[in-house]
């Protein structure tokens, strides 16, 4: 008997492949969204990576050019109103507000120290949106894949049980087949959930040390504005 058992379970296809064919209809749909899942994940992270690297690069050619010493009314004209990087868009919605801040005789208009606080302030915020963008998707993809996968899992299982009774059989070849795809929703749901939640939390940590050298940078730039005020 245990020859026969042995002989049959050699038989079945236990590939990857194998066990998704012989997997319920409820089962292949939980691993397909859990492969959906993983690649859009990945995705995510690539696509975040190079524009996190795009970012710290623009941030540290705009402060080499700003502490470089050229007069900020030449540096705006350079950037204008509008611009590309995020670093440059902080430091146009300081300036444009600086500027809108004079009257026609040269004078300022009261409040513009607060006015140009709260415009960078604006833009800093939407420079932070834009860069935690997809992030969440990366947050939701960790903590509900694992879950999704024992779903799969406990779906094959009972499959697997309703299978023993049918046929009256518990040996290995009967048995055995069930329960690796049953595991295979499991092991695919850690597959998507570990890789987003390690790089949830490192592009997570990395936007937030952009964002704080944007306000950094914001601090310094509405200092040296309030110098002019002042004088």
């Known amino acids: 008997m245990e020859t026969e058992t042995l002989a049959l379970a050699q038989e079945i296809d236990f590939s990857l492949w194998g066990l998704f064919a012989r997997s319920t ?13 993983s690649f859009w994940a990945w995705a995510t992270i690539i ?9 710290r ?7 080499t050019a700003f502490w470089s010493g050229e007069p900020l009314d030449e540096l705006f004209d350079k950037v204008g109103p509008e611009p590309a990087g995020r670093s440059e868009s902080v430091f146009a919605a300081g300036m444009t507000e600086w500027r809108r801040s004079h009257r026609q005789d040269g004078a300022l208009i009261p409040g513009a120290q607060s006015r140009i606080d709260r415009s960078m302030d604006v833009a800093i915020a939407k420079e932070t949106e834009d860069l935690e963008k997809g992030l ?3 947050a939701t993809v960790g903590s509900t894949a694992p879950f999704v996968g024992l779903f799969g899992t406990v779906w094959g299982i009972m499959n697997a049980f309703i299978e023993i009774a049918e046929q009256q059989n518990t040996n290995l070849a ?3 087949p069930g329960i ?8 695919l ?3 998507a959930a570990i890789p987003a939640v390690i790089f949830y939390n490192k592009l997570s940590s990395d936007s937030e040390k952009i964002v704080r050298g944007y306000e950094s940078f914001a601090d310094e730039f509405a200092t040296i504005l309030s110098r002019q005020l002042d004088a």
Not at 57 to 63: A, G, L, Y
């Open 25 to 37: 209809l409820t089962v292949k749909l939980v691993m397909l969204l859990l492969l959906i899942s």
């Open 47 to 55: 696509q975040k990576h190079l524009i996190f690297a795009r970012a």
């Open 57 to 63: 690069r623009e941030q540290t050619r705009f402060e």
């Open 136 to 138: 969440g998707l990366l």
């Open 174 to 176: 009967v048995v055995a």
């Open 180 to 187: 690796a795809e049953a595991l295979l929703a499991t092991g």
């Open 189 to 191: 749901g850690l597959l």
